[in-house]
């Protein structure tokens, strides 16, 4: 894996790119729904992988669609690689 195989942004990059604000964003976090993310080093960074599964998961295709009206789920942890702990 090159080092630029990732795509990482910052809370204000998501922000901007969803058109919500960074304290949505914290909240979201907070309450564990939105978009998974990593911390490192006391910052916050989301995966691209992430923020386009997380939007994915926001699709519809008419507001009469159920999902139209459900409040934001946190999304399936199915992008994150595991990794083995080792004893």
Same mark, same amino acid.
């Given at each position: 894996?090159?080092?630029? #195989? ?5 809370? !204000? #990059? =998501?922000?901007?790119? =969803?058109? %919500?604000?960074?304290? @949505? =964003?914290?909240?979201?976090?907070? %309450? &564990? !729904? &939105? +978009?998974l993310f990593i911390k /490192?080093? &006391?910052? /916050?960074r989301y995966r691209l992988? #992430? %923020?386009? $599964? *997380?939007?994915?998961?926001? =699709?519809?295709?008419?507001? $009469?669609?159920?999902?139209? *009206? #459900?409040?934001?789920?946190? /999304?399936?942890? @199915?992008? $994150? +690689? /595991?990794?083995?702990?080792? $004893?």
């Amino acid at each position: 894996m090159q080092k630029n #195989d990732i795509t990482h942004m910052s809370q !204000i #990059d =998501l922000s901007e790119r =969803l058109g %919500v604000s960074c304290r @949505t =964003l914290e909240r979201w976090r907070w %309450v &564990g !729904i &939105g +978009p998974l993310f990593i911390k /490192v080093g &006391g910052r /916050v960074r989301y995966r691209l992988c #992430d %923020v386009e $599964a *997380f939007e994915h998961s926001r =699709l519809c295709q008419s507001t $009469a669609d159920r999902h139209y *009206f #459900d409040q934001i789920k946190p /999304v399936e942890r @199915t992008s $994150a +690689p /595991v990794i083995a702990k080792t $004893a």
